[in-house]
C-alpha cells in the first residue's frame, strides 16, 4: 500500500494520482531550475497549492468520512500557509492547535451515538482511560473485553484505554473503529458477513487496531497510512467466500489485519 492510495466513486484524479503529478512537477521545476530555465524558488513560494489539491481530491473522491475529515484539514491548513505567501503576514497557526482537539471530541460524540448505519441494529462502545499505556502502532491493549455479539454494525471508540471485541453475528455489515492512544482488538472470527461485503472503516492516531477476520475472507486493504502503516496479513484470495474493505486514515499508528 502506498500512503496515498483511497478507495474512489470512480477512476480518474485520485488523490495517489494527485500526489504523484505534483512529485512529478516538483522534479521537472527542480530540473529547470538546474537548466537556468527558471527560477525554482518563486514557484516553490506557491507549496502549499499542492496540499489544497491534494485535500479537495479526498474530500471530492471518497466515501470515507475519515478520509474526508483528512482531506478537509489538509485543505485549510493549506490555504491558510498560502494566504501568508500571496499576502506576506505572518499568523502563528500552531497557537491555534487546540481547536483540533475540541473538533476532534465533537466528531467523536456525534460518531458514536449517531452511526452511519443507523437503521440496523448498532453496538455503540466508547471507553477512556482504561489502561494508562497505550499500545504500539499495530497492537491492541484487551483492558475492556467484550463477548461475541449478534450485532451486524458497531461503532468502537477507545482513546487512552483499550477495546477487545468479539463479533459472532452471521451478518455482520459494518464497523467504525477509531483508535486514539489507544487500541482495539476487533475478531471477526465467528462471524459472517452480510449478502458476502462488509467494510471497516478505520481512524487511529498515536493508536493501534488489530482486526482478526476467517481464513476464507479476502480483505481489500484501502487505509491511508501518515506516517504509520497498514499491514494485511490474512491469508484469504479472491476466490474467498465473503470480503472485507477496511478503509480510512491512520496517523503515527498502525493497523493490522490477520487471520
Sequence with gaps: MTPLDTESRGSGMTPRVVFG????????????????????????????????????????RTDSRSERMFGGILTVIGAVLLSESLFHYELDI?????????????????????PQ????????????GASSQA?????????????????STYNEVAIWSGIQRRVASPAFKRA????????????????????????????AVWGGIEIIVPPDWAVSNKVTAIMGGAEDQSSGTQMSRSRL???????????????
Excluded: C
Excluded at 512529485?23 to 518563486?42: H, P
Excluded at 448505519?117 to 477512556?128: E, H, I, L, M, N
Excluded at 487500541?183 to 459472517?192: N, V
Excluded at 474493505?245 to 487471520?259: D, E
Design 117 to 128: 448505519d443507523s437503521p440496523d441494529k448498532v453496538q455503540v462502545g466508547v471507553v477512556f
Design 176 to 203: 467504525d473503529l477509531t483508535a486514539v492512544m489507544g487500541g482495539i482488538e476487533f475478531d471477526l472470527r465467528q462471524a459472517g458477513a452480510d449478502q458476502g461485503e462488509a467494510v471497516i472503516e478505520v481512524f
Design 21 to 60: 503529478l505534483l512529485v512529478v512537477a516538483f522534479g521537472i521545476a527542480m530540473m529547470l531550475d538546474n537548466l537556468d530555465i527558471i527560477q525554482a524558488g518563486e514557484i516553490m513560494r506557491y507549496w502549499p497549492v499542492g496540499m489544497i489539491v491534494v485535500g479537495v481530491s479526498y474530500l471530492l
Design 135 to 151: 499500545p504500539a502502532a499495530g497492537a491492541a491493549i484487551a483492558s475492556s473485553a467484550r463477548p461475541g455479539s449478534q450485532d
Design 94 to 114: 500552531w497557537r491555534f492547535w487546540p481547536l483540533a482537539i475540541v473538533l476532534f471530541g465533537v466528531l467523536m460524540v456525534i460518531k458514536a451515538f449517531h
Design 245 to 259: 474493505t477496511v478503509k480510512g486514515v491512520v496517523v503515527m499508528g498502525g493497523v493490522t489485519i490477520k487471520t
